[in-house]
C-alpha cells in the first residue's frame, strides 16, 4: 500500500514553491519491535505521541501493529491551527478481528483541540469500530454522534484509506474515501464539527476496547498531515 515516488515529488516541488508541505508523517518504516513514541515522523514539524501503544509495535515491513486489550489515547502535539483548513490522512493495511468475542474494539484519528470551548475537544475523528459479530464499520465522529461510512467483515486485508479535511473558519469538514484502487470518493460533505470556534493542535491515535483479544489486530500503514489535500 506504500507509495511514496508521488508524494516526494509533490513535497520537492512544495520546498521550490512553498505552496505545499507534509507537515508530520509518521510511515511506520521503522524496524521491527518500534514503539510508537520511537517511530519516525519524517514531516517538517516531527511531532512525537504522548505515550506508547500497549502490545503495539511496526512489524519491519512498513506497518504499525495494534495488538493491545487496553485503552490507549494518544496524541501528538502540533502546530497551533487556528484558521484555514486542515488536512489529514489515515491508511489501514487490513485487520483480524475474528477472534475476539468482545465488540468494542476502536481505533480514532483526527484532530483535537487541546484548549477548546471548555476544555479539550475533538475537532473531528476518523474510527474503525468492531461494532458486532461479523460487523467492522469505518466511520466518523463528532461530539459523541459517530456516522457510518463502509462496512467490513472481521478479516480484511485489502486497504483502505480516508482523508480527514476540515475547514476551521467555517466550523465544518470533509471526508474523502479510497478502498480497492479506486480514486478518493467525497463520502462526508461539509458536516459541523463537534464544537464551533475550535482550533486544531493535536493529532489523536488511539486504540481501546479488546483489539487484542485473542490473535486479533490491526495494521495501520500511515498517518500523515498536510497543508493541503493535494500533498496527501
Not at 61 to 84: E, K, Q, Y
Not at 148 to 155: C, D, F, S, T
Not at 167 to 176: G, M, T
Amino acid at each position: 500500500m506504500k507509495s511514496y515516488a508521488a508524494g516526494m515529488t509533490i513535497a520537492l516541488l512544495a520546498t521550490a514553491t512553498s505552496w505545499s508541505e507534509t507537515l508530520n508523517d509518521w510511515r511506520f518504516d521503522d524496524l521491527a519491535g518500534t514503539t510508537l513514541t520511537n517511530a519516525m515522523n519524517v514531516g517538517l514539524e516531527g511531532a512525537l505521541w504522548s505515550n506508547d501503544m500497549t502490545n503495539s509495535v511496526t512489524d519491519g515491513a512498513g506497518l504499525f501493529v495494534i495488538t493491545s486489550t487496553n485503552s490507549n489515547f494518544r496524541d501528538a502535539d502540533i502546530a497551533d491551527i487556528t484558521n484555514g483548513s486542515v488536512y489529514l490522512r489515515f491508511d489501514v493495511a487490513g485487520w483480524d478481528l475474528s477472534a475476539g468475542l468482545t465488540f468494542d474494539s476502536v481505533v480514532t484519528v483526527g484532530f483535537r483541540d487541546a484548549v477548546g470551548v471548555n476544555g479539550t475537544n475533538d475537532t473531528a475523528l476518523l474510527r474503525l469500530l468492531h461494532k458486532a459479530e461479523g460487523n467492522v464499520e469505518f466511520q466518523t465522529r463528532v461530539g459523541s454522534v459517530n456516522t457510518a461510512i463502509a462496512n467490513y467483515g472481521e478479516l480484511y486485508t485489502n486497504g483502505l484509506s480516508a482523508l480527514l479535511a476540515v475547514d476551521l473558519e467555517a466550523d465544518i469538514f470533509n471526508v474523502y474515501y479510497w478502498i480497492g484502487g479506486q480514486p478518493f470518493a467525497l463520502v462526508v460533505t461539509n458536516r459541523a464539527i463537534s464544537t464551533t470556534g475550535l482550533n486544531a493542535n493535536l493529532i489523536r491515535f488511539s486504540a481501546s476496547g479488546s483489539i487484542g483479544e485473542g490473535t486479533d489486530y490491526v495494521k495501520v500503514d500511515r498517518i500523515r498531515q498536510a497543508t493541503t489535500r493535494e500533498e496527501l
